[in-house]
C-alpha cells in the first residue's frame, strides 16, 4: 500500500520565528527610525505600550518557548524521515507482491494449458478405442460423482474421466453441474486427441446450455478443434466470433494467438 504524509510546514514555522524576530528588533529602533524619518515625537503611551510589548518579547525569549518550538519541529521532522522511509519500504513489499503474483498466474494458465490439451504434443497418443469395461461412477450424490470424475480428468486419466462424465451425463442430463460435466467431458476427448468427439460435446454445450459460464470457452474450444481437424474456414469463424462476442477477454487473446497460427505467422 502507498501512504502520502503530509509534511509540517516548518518552514513557514521558522519564517514565524524569524519574522518575530525581526519585528522585535524594528520595534526597539522605532524612536530612531521615527526620529530620522522626521516623524512626530512619540507621546509618552505610546513610548509605555512599546516598553510593555518589549518586555512580553523578552519573557517568551526567557521562557524557553521558542527553543522548545525549534526542538518540536527537529522532532517532526526526524518523524517524517522515519514515515518516509515506512513508506518506500511498503512500496517495495508490494512490487515484490505483484511481480509473485504474476508468476503464479502464469504457472496457473500453463496448467490449465497442460490440461486442456494444448501441450500434449509430447505425450505418447491414448488408443482411440477405449476398452470395453463399465466404469461406475462412486456411490455419491451429484456434487461428489462430479467432483469424483472431474479429480480423474486432473489427475490425467483421461480415459477414466471420459467414462465416468458419460456416465454422469446420463445420470443427471439437466443437474446444477450438467453442464461443467459435458465441457470438461469434451475437454477430456480433446486432450486424448479425439478431436471430432470433442467437437460434437462443446457444440452441445452452446445448444444445451448457452447460459452457462463454459459457452464461452466452449466456442474457443470449437475453433481449436476446428482447427486440428483441419477444417480451416470453419475455426476461423469460430475464433473471429470468440474475438467480437468477448473482446478484451484472456479467450479473445487465446482465439488471436490461433488465429496467428491458422495464417501461418
Known sequence: MTGTVREFPFGACRRGLAGALLAIGLLLQAPVVWAQAGSPVATQHQLQMLEMRVERVERLLDSGVLTDMLRSVDDLQAEVRQLRGQVEQLD??????????RDQFRNLDERVGLVEG???????????????????????DEQGAYEAAFDRLMGGDYEAAILQLERFMERYPDGVYSANALYWLAEAKYASRDYAGALLDFEAVRTRFPGSDKAADALLKI??????LGNMDEARRALEQVLEDYSGTTLSRLAQDRLRRLDGR
Open 92 to 101: 517495495n513489499e508490494l512490487r515484490n507482491l505483484r511481480t509473485r503474483q
Open 118 to 140: 494444448d501441450m500434449v504434443g509430447g505425450r505418447a497418443p491414448l488408443p482411440e478405442a477405449f476398452p470395453d469395461f463399465d466404469e461406475p461412477l462412486p456411490d455419491a
Open 223 to 228: 475453433g481449436y478443434s476446428h482447427f486440428e
